[in-house]
């Protein structure tokens, strides 16, 4: 009994001299990732670049073209073991001129209101459209009014992002519906066109864009769909309480063609144990036109770039095969992620982990992850690794748009949570810019997402230990 006991007390403390052996490990080598991206870092000078030598990216413009040859050359640079273009077929919309649109109270009397189109949306009549104007509090309000009040009109959708959410990303997902389907609904009841409140906290004069749809809806029957800004919001939701027959006045030219092919852009460094085990990390290329997409999403993408940058400058030999993947046309249609899943399919790849960035380059605080409960628990163990770099919040949640049709039940998804604050000041708006950008903040976050691609390539998942176990 006592050999036994002695036994097992030698094994404890053998486990244990490993556990805190692999801990010392991992700091040092977490702690020269860090040393690495903000004494001698990349990706702000990649996002200078990206942001103010070629601009916003919308899908299939020229701009995305450039971004796709840019990256593909820096990633060579970098000498990688592979490089390569996935090609892909993408949505071709264009904003056209400048929209205009103003609110009258009276003839003649009239204010100007700042609006963009939403990307997608149909163009209004060569001489603009001008209609009274219905304001509701969301798509359920629709059926409330009924056809007899909204036919002939605009409906103007005014619910405001709620500011007593701590989490920004839950505000924006309570109201974005009526952004995305709320002109498809409203021309079911007869609507002519759509205004909406841009998805913001703040009071100010930016619109800001974003996707919208209108289903199966017949070409006849869709209504152009605008943003309108926050003050411009709240000063047309006043006047029409003052004068509800007011009339509201917009014209925009936007038009949207056949689809062209551009590429999502891949590097990868193969691993030295699992070369047929695929680790991803990315962001999406592609942005909005009225910024430069800086925030989003050009930090993710250099960001991404980052990890791979990181791990050959250290000269980290990883065991799996780690993938940089700069994913086209995520904002208007989701095409790059959905092919690179397909084309993954097709081939057979074990993909066993992705990490995506996505959510501007502000401050990182930690990771989302959508996974099972033993993968969860080992990921949580490593929280400590991060504290001394106050980027420790690992909870379970959402991951990434371009990485979520990978999800299958053996890949753990991540995505990267930057302090959310004030992203949405930024989000899809004129401001999103390289100045708002803080390069520190972009660079901590390079180096958290490497961090935890080093820890997830060098433990593996815990379906991976249980297949090589079995």
Aim: glycine share 10%; net charge negative; aromatic share 10%.
């Amino acid at each position: 009994m006592r050999t036994l006991l002695l036994a097992v007390c030698s094994l404890f403390f053998i486990t244990e001299s490993i556990a805190q052996t692999n801990f010392e490990q991992d700091s040092l080598k977490i702690r020269s990732i860090f040393d690495m991206a903000l004494l001698d870092g990349k990706s702000y000078e990649w996002l200078d670049h990206l942001s103010n030598e070629i601009g916003g990216r919308l899908s299939g413009s020229l701009e995305a073209e450039r971004a796709v040859k840019y990256t593909e050359n820096e990633l060579k640079e970098l000498g990688l073991d592979r490089v390569w273009l996935q090609p892909v077929m993408v949505p071709k919309w264009t904003r056209g001129l400048p929209e205009y649109s103003y609110i009258e109270t009276a003839p003649g009397i009239t204010s100007i209101a700042d609006i963009c189109a939403l990307g997608g949306s149909v163009a209004t009549p060569d001489g603009g459209l001008k209609a009274e104007v219905i304001e509701v509090q969301g798509i359920e309000d629709l059926a409330r009014y009924g056809r007899e009040r909204i036919e002939g009109k605009i409906v103007f959708y005014n619910r405001p992002m709620k500011a007593d959410l701590i989490h920004t990303f839950e505000a924006y997902g309570g109201c974005v519906d009526q952004r995305y389907s709320g002109a498809m609904e409203a021309a079911k009841y007869g609507a002519v066109g759509v205004v909406v409140r841009s998805m913001n906290l703040r009071l100010d004069d930016l619109p800001h864009t974003g996707t919208m749809t209108y289903g199966d809806l017949p070409a006849e029957q869709r209504i152009p769909a605008c943003a309108i800004s926050t003050n411009g919001a709240e000063y047309l939701s006043s006047a029409l309480k003052l004068k509800p027959d007011l009339k509201f006045y917009f014209k925009q030219n936007c038009k949207t063609f056949p689809d062209v092919q551009s590429f999502n852009v891949i590097g990868e460094i193969t691993g030295s144990v699992y070369p047929n085990k695929y680790i991803v990390v990315g962001g999406h290329l592609d942005s909005w036109d009225l910024g430069d997409g800086s925030h989003d999403d050009g930090a993710g993408c250099v960001q991404s770039m980052e990890v791979l940058r990181l791990f050959k400058k250290i000269n980290y030999k990883p065991k799996h095969t780690i993938r940089v993947v700069l994913f086209m046309n995520e904002e208007n249609g989701l095409r790059g992620g959905n092919k690179y899943a397909e084309d993954a399919k097709l081939k057979g790849e074990q993909h066993v982990f992705a990490l995506e960035s996505d959510a501007g380059g502000f401050t990182p605080r930690g990771f989302s992850f959508d996974t099972d409960a033993a993968n969860f628990e080992q990921i949580k163990s490593w929280e400590p690794l991060f504290k001394p770099y106050l980027i420790h919040y690992f909870e379970k949640g959402g991951s990434g748009a371009d990485i979520g049709p990978l999800k299958d039940d053996g890949i753990v998804l991540a995505g990267l949570r930057p302090d959310s604050q004030r992203y949405f000041d930024h989000h899809h708006a004129a401001n999103d810019t390289f100045d708002a950008v803080n390069k520190r903040e972009l660079e901590l976050g390079g180096a958290a997402m490497a961090s935890l691609v080093y820890l997830m390539d060098k433990y593996g998942t815990k379906t991976e230990m249980t297949t090589v176990k079995n």
